[in-house]
């Protein structure tokens, strides 16, 4: 249905309609009738060319009219709403988002091949002009092209930066930034193409749908049509110099059985055993090796399978070291940087640098978060955070769900809407508000320990709740606990005080005080130490101290070298590439390759093994159906003439691609040709 931009010139064209009418009816010429003899004679021959006459008359007319009102329609700038509809007078324009899966799976059959032949023919058919960004899914999505016009040149860059990772990713996180590119442009044509091979661990567990809203066509292209075999190894158990058990767990991720399936153990690049095993679809087979002899010095090496019906390889090795993590890895977020005891970490840094402690301290101020990977940690403190950015709150989000700890401790930079919406489920409460109107150091609650058996108050109950149950706390934060959280501790008026839930494979603990002394005697009690020694301890996640890690983790290198010694530090990668690390790569990120990691330093050396991670080994697939279902691209606009939110074209954007005018002006030219043309042949 058509809507007009300028609605006022419609009734103006209707009454110019009668303009026409009126003419003819004033400027009519009336005949005068004469009667003669030889008339009677003419009557009968002179009726058909009457009628004739009378037609055409009519035909003139009625072209005047449309001509009239066809004109003001074209004032009136008529348009079709529907934001489906491309452009019509000129070629159509289109902004296209490509979102390419490069997680480890395009390793498996052709996938890579048949991305790649996609990925060109797109390119190929997309229109002169057309403007293309490109996404790169996987461990760290990223935008490697940003809305820039289709060329030769630019097909060949895209080509050539499609080479797979070796991590796993979401292809709703890159969605989501292809949508946010698309949302706000000024083409009417919007398209997202989703190349990947569809592999059900590409979309989060739970099945949750995505909101777009750049009003973009989502169109898919499978790079797998069925699943291909696939048998890999998910995890192993190193022994030691001792002959202890070494094991492996072998898994056939087909759909049918596959047979003769070579396992072997290599330490220190040497066989030490070799099994032959057969599995069905589906079936996890632990292979044990019982070594008689091992190498000397420092163990480091892998399991290995070989298979010729195997079609996915990244998986075929698990490496492992037997060097093992000894110390936890600690980052505090500071949210109230200050001078002396007023630090907000002050207490926390005292405590966890204490000579002899099993923690490795790293610290950032809440604006310094930037580039930092929460994975090369084992447990986060926020301490007193009003609020995290964007990309390090979902890299947070993940740690956690993934098997991290985190720590809560609110104070008075925090407002509680803002942290309610930006945290939401990860904390195990929501903050209400404060428990007093102001900070009164003469009056306070005390606390009340509701689980002593707990593993974070077992020590401080054995030892009399030495300054825990004595400590006065002058303000702390109402908490509302979520479904499922555990409250450990509260105050005599029944506040929660610290309360603990899980999130995904992590923990996660909240305070309703933070850790300085600003708001309780606890940072100079006693009972603080082996408090926070405990909370630390607790979430601490035991894959982090097993020596393996998944391809894209990072490591934190401060608790094994000195950077600050002349000697750099080097690494020599799986690949042979050796790197000298700068003053301040205390974090090294480049661990986007399987295989073993050697750092040295002087006469100091480590070996830290990578692994593809288990989830890319799985070859069940998402229907193609199903896949769009959990996309859902309905928005509510804010205003008739401009939806800010979901990005879409205001209505003088919209007729602006259609130009439905120059049609009607078209017409209006033909039509007073076609009169002009009557009317020098019509007598009047």
């Keep these: 249905m058509f809507q007009f931009l300028n609605q006022v010139f419609l009734p103006l064209a209707l009454g110019a309609a009668a303009i026409p009418i009126l003419i003819h009816l004033i400027r009519r010429n009336r005949a005068q009738k004469v009667h003669f003899a030889a008339m009677q004679f003419l009557l009968d021959s002179s009726r058909p060319m009457v009628r004739w006459l009378r037609l055409k008359q009519f035909l003139i007319l009625l072209m005047r009219i449309l001509a009239v009102v066809l004109l003001g329609l074209a004032f009136a700038r008529p348009y079709f709403p529907d934001k489906q509809v491309p452009p019509i007078w000129k070629d159509v324009q289109k902004e296209v988002a490509l979102v390419i899966d490069l997680t480890a799976s395009l390793y498996a059959r052709d996938h890579l091949a048949r991305l790649k032949q996609e990925v060109r023919q797109i390119l190929r058919t997309l229109p002169q002009g057309a403007n293309v960004s490109v996404i790169l899914a996987g461990a760290k999505p990223r935008i490697i092209v940003e809305k820039q016009p289709i060329s030769a040149g630019l097909v060949t860059r895209i080509m050539s930066r499609l080479t797979p990772g070796y991590g796993s990713g979401r292809l709703n996180v890159a969605l989501q930034m292809a949508d946010d590119l698309l949302r706000g442009s000024g083409v009417l044509v919007r398209e997202i193409y989703v190349l990947s091979d569809f592999q059900k661990t590409v979309w989060p567990a739970d099945d949750s749908r995505l909101q777009l809203s750049s009003n973009a066509n989502v169109l898919i292209r499978p790079l797998a049509e069925e699943r291909w075999k696939n048998v890999g190894l998910i995890d192993a158990r190193t022994g030691d110099k001792k002959n202890r058990l070494w094991a492996c767990s072998v898994r056939n991720f087909s759909t049918s059985r596959i047979t003769n399936i070579d396992v072997s153990l290599f330490v220190n690049e040497r066989r030490i055993g070799r099994k032959r095993i057969h599995l069905d679809p589906g079936e996890i087979r632990v292979v044990n090796f019982r070594p008689s002899r091992l190498p000397a010095g420092v163990l480091s090496g892998y399991f290995e399978l070989v298979s010729r019906e195997d079609e996915y390889s990244p998986d075929n090795r698990y490496y ?243 950077f600050s010694r002349p000697e750099p530090v080097q690494v020599r990668k799986p690949d042979g590439t050796v790197l000298r690390l700068p003053r301040d790569g205390v974090i090294f990120a480049e661990t986007n390759l399987p295989g073993l990691y050697e750092f040295s330093q002087g006469h100091v050396r480590s070996i830290f093994a990578f692994n593809v991670p288990a989830e890319e080994s799985h070859t069940e697939l998402i229907e193609p159906d199903k896949f769009l279902s959990l996309i859902d691209k309905s928005n509510e606009p804010l205003s008739p003439d401009r939806d800010e939110a979901s990005g879409g074209l205001s209505a003088r954007e919209t007729e602006s691609q259609q130009k439905l005018w120059r049609f009607l002006l078209a017409a209006v030219f033909v039509l007073l040709l076609g009169e002009s043309f009557l009317a020098n042949r019509t007598p009047r």
């Design 320 to 562: 492992f070291t037997l060097q093992q993590q000894d110390r936890i890895r600690v980052l505090a977020v500071n949210g109230e940087s200050a001078r002396g005891a007023a630090d907000e970490l002050f207490f926390i840094r005292k405590a966890l640098t204490v000579p002899g402690a099993p923690f490795s301290f790293e610290e950032r101020p809440v604006n310094h978060l930037a580039g930092v990977d929460p994975r090369a940690f084992d447990v986060i403190i926020l301490a007193n955070v009003k609020g995290v950015g964007r990309r390090f709150g979902e890299a947070l989000n993940d740690f956690i769900r993934e098997g991290g700890g985190l720590i809560i401790a609110p104070g008075d930079q925090v407002e509680p809407a803002l942290f309610n919406r930006l945290f939401g489920t990860l904390a195990p409460a929501a903050i209400q508000k404060k428990a007093r109107n102001r900070l009164d150091r003469a009056t306070g609650d005390l606390l009340l320990v509701h689980r002593p058996d707990h593993p974070i108050f077992q020590p401080l109950v054995e030892a009399g709740t030495v300054g825990l149950t004595s400590s006065v706390f002058f303000q702390h934060w109402i908490l509302k606990p979520h479904e499922g959280s555990e409250i450990l501790a509260s105050y005599l008026t029944n506040h929660p005080a610290l309360i603990s839930h899980t999130y995904g494979r992590g923990k996660v603990i909240m305070l309703a005080f933070p850790l300085d002394a600003e708001w309780s005697e606890l940072p100079v009690k006693a009972a603080f130490l082996p408090l926070v020694y405990r909370m630390v301890e607790f979430l601490n996640p035991k894959r982090a101290r097993e020596g393996s890690f998944e391809t894209g983790q990072p490591l934190f290198l401060a608790d094994r070298f000195d």
